[in-house]
Each structure stands twice: as structure tokens, then as C-alpha cells.
């Protein structure tokens, strides 16, 4: 039998699982992120606890297919991150380093690009070739898959819906810069923001608090029928369902993901997203199927562990 490690380098946990050739989870585990000094012993803790595992488990060196690591950041296809805020780091040959300290093969992906990796393989898309996935969090992160194969390119940055001008007419921020980005409105962060902005001059009657407002009280109040919520979910369904439509036209998908922290939604968001999505989307892409995804925190591990496998 056949090993791989996969890795999932949050800013302050990253996660490790223990993977049979076959994709089966043997173990999984996590460790403390230390960011502190630009981040210099992140790469020597992954690779102390993998190690130790390995002398834990009995598996010897020569029975590792290779490790698998998703990182928060765009990756070059050598495996080089030139910054990662969460992390620290700067510029950073993370595949050679690993590679040294462990001496095994390194394969190096973004962490949202991954996690549509595990998510096509074992999660809301299996079975699919053709894959965007979105994940709705603290921002917006999302993976693009075509035949099987997440889309890199030629900075590492490919599949960063969150910061594809979907205002052009915004004044304030995004936190990359630029204004107007997805991320101001489809995220947990940019539903509140949506919320306070109409909260802010709203008369009727709801049972969201301007004060304290956050993106799982919005969906609440939605399945509770409160107008107000409705038309919030409705607004950031328009933003994220239009960009969608957009890039369906670009990359042909058969299924559309949708994950993260807001996903938890459930199935009554999807519904918010799919009608705008219908109402602008070429013809040739009116029956792309729309899906939670369904692997949580193990998304990234699987996707990394997916990285060395497809190798």
C-alpha cells in the first residue's frame, strides 16, 4: 500500500490528513500556525509532525507518494507563493522547501483551489470534470476545474472570484485594493455591509438589528419570511448569480459549488443565487447544476491529497 499527506495551511490552524492510495482518510490531525517572524517555522512544523507521524504510524519513506499542501495565496505552478498575508510570508519556494525538509515529493496549490479539488473528487461535485467552486466566508474565494484540472495560470491567481468588479459605481475599499470586487457583497462580511447599507433608511418592520446584523441572522430571518431579509439575500443573490452567469460563460461548467462558512445556509440559498443566474446566463449554460458542498474543514485536505495523486 501506497501513501500521501495532505495540508490545509490556515493563518491559525493548518490541517493534516493521512491518506491510503486509494483516498481513503487513515488519520487526521492539526497544529498550531505560527506566524510570528514572517512565518519561518511554518514549513519546519509541517514537516516535523509529518515525519513524526510517519514514525508513529511504522510507514516507511519509500511508501509515500508525496505531500499534498494548500496554502492562502496565489501559487505558481513550481510551487512558489511571492506573499501570503495570513502566513507571513514573502516570497517563498514552499514545494522546494518542503521537499527539503521532509524528503518527499511536494506538490503546492492555492487553498480555495484545492478544496475544489477534494470537493470534485469527494465532496459536492463527484463525478463532475467540469467545476466552479465558490466559497462564501470571512471573503470570497472560489476554484475553476476544467477536464479535471484546476486553472492556475500564469501568476497562480486563476479563480479569484472575489475580486471581479461586479460595481463599478462603489466608493468604498475592497480589502485587495480595488473597488467593487464580489467579495464587498457576496461575502459573510459584505452581507452584512448589504444589511447595515439598508437597514440604515429602512421604516418597515424586521427582526434583523442594524447593531449587531451578521450573514446567519440575514438567512434566518429569510426562512422566517422577513421582507426586509428577502431583499437583502436578494441583492447579494443578484451580485453572485450574474458573476456566475459570467463565468459559466467563460469556463462551460456542469456544476457550480457553492461552500464556505454562509454556505451553511443550506439548500435556500442556492435558490437566491440559481434564478438570477437562469435570468443572464448564455443558453448553451442553462442547465448547469447548482450544489452545497458537503466536505467542510476536510475539503482542503482532500483536494492537496488530490494534488499528489493526480501526479
Known sequence: MKYCFGVDIGGTTVKLGLFEETG????????????????KAI????????LAKLEEKGIDKADILGIGAGVPAPVTEEGVVNGSANLGWKYKEVKKELEEL?????????????????????????GERNMVMVTLGTGVGGGVIIGGRVVTGAHGA???????????????VCGCGNRGCLEQYASATGIVRL????????????????DTVTAKDVFDAVKAEDAVAIEVAEEFGRYLGYELANLATITDPSIIVIGGGVSKAGEVLLSYIEKPFRERVFFANKDVKFALATLGNDAGICGSAKLVLES
Open 158 to 172: 486563476g479563480g479569484e472570484l472575489g475580486h471581479v468588479c461586479v460595481n463599478y459605481n462603489e466608493t468604498e
Open 43 to 50: 514549513l519546519p512544523d509541517i514537516s516535523a509532525s509529518i
Open 102 to 126: 521532509t524528503g518527499l515529493k511536494a506538490e503546492i496549490g492555492n487553498d480555495a483551489n484545492v478544496a475544489a479539488l477534494g470537493e470534485m473528487w469527494k465532496g459536492g461535485g463527484a
Open 24 to 39: 481513503e482518510i487513515l488519520d487526521k490531525w492539526e497544529i498550531v500556525t505560527h506566524t510570528e517572524a514572517e512565518g
Open 195 to 210: 444589511s447595515k447599507r439598508k437597514l440604515a433608511e429602512e421604516t418597515r418592520e424586521t427582526i434583523l438589528n442594524k
